[in-house]
């Protein structure tokens, strides 16, 4: 069942199922396990776990870092050679240059009742951005439709502060109700407060060098199988550092 689930099992030349039938006189073929190759170059990248169980492994994923995929440098692909597990899957995906927390399925069990959790909004992620200009509201809710689909955030001011190019700069912490590609970025983005260091929605002006000022800091999901409410937290990037210096970070302990 392992070597089907890997879709290494070929019946007449094609990938079978858990479903195929197999009759008198079909050809079947067992394909050697999956392995992962990874530039040497990149061997040494180090895998920070902030939470892990039998079902998933919770992971920080570094700026630049792409999360999955057919490059030969991902995190998942680094995360399964780390656990020696070829079954490994993302939940969930953050853009390339985005910092934070990424969920990984084990095993399908997993990927079954986590992908039900985020169609329903069971887990709850939080971002910290900073964004160019003066937020005036201390809370919005954006509801912008992507691709033709509903979406939603809600973005709460912590402080404004001067910066460079911008004149002035704002860190917020963002909710994001529904899940859509680039979802925050966008909603910053039309509310006419786009997030530093991005080139995709707002190439001009934009303060060079320290990349996108955005971080997935924490997670939250419960586990149907115990009921352990599973809360994951990471520290913002050192880019962040700069930004801290100038504002009263109690609310990142308190949160």
């Not at 995190?75 to 985005?98: I, P, Q």
């Not at 992620?125 to 201390?138: F, R, W």
């Amino acid at each position: 069942k392992k070597a089907i689930i890997e879709n290494r099992v070929l019946v007449n030349g094609k990938i079978g199922q858990t479903s195929t039938w197999v009759i008198l006189g079909d050809q079947l073929e067992l394909l050697p396990p999956i392995s992962y190759k990874i530039n040497p170059k990149f061997e040494g990248e180090k895998i920070n776990v902030v939470y892990e169980n039998d079902d998933l492994i919770i992971v920080e994923k570094r700026c630049g870092l792409i999360t999955n995929g057919i490059n030969k440098l991902t995190l998942e692909k680094c995360v399964s050679k780390y656990l020696n597990n070829n079954n490994l899957k993302t939940a969930h995906r953050l853009d390339k240059d985005t910092h934070g927390l990424v969920i990984l399925c084990k095993n399908i069990h997993a990927q079954n009742w986590i992908g039900r959790a985020f169609e329903n909004r069971q887990i709850r992620k939080k971002y910290t951005a900073l964004i160019q200009g003066e937020l005036l509201a201390n809370v919005i809710i954006s509801r912008v439709h992507i691709d033709g689909k509903n979406s939603s955030s809600i973005i709460r001011k912590i402080e404004s502060i001067d910066w460079p190019i911008h004149g002035r700069a704002t860190l917020v912490v963002v909710e994001p109700i529904s899940g859509r590609k680039h979802q925050i970025r966008k909603h910053l983005f039309q509310i006419g407060h786009p997030v530093v260091g991005d080139v995709l929605y707002h190439k001009n002006d934009r303060y060079r060098g320290s990349g996108l000022y955005l971080s997935c800091m924490e997670l939250q999901l419960k586990d149907p199988k115990t009921n352990e409410c599973i809360y994951a937290k990471v520290d913002l990037p050192k880019k962040f550092d700069k930004v801290m210096k100038r504002i009263d970070f109690a609310y990142l302990n308190n949160s």
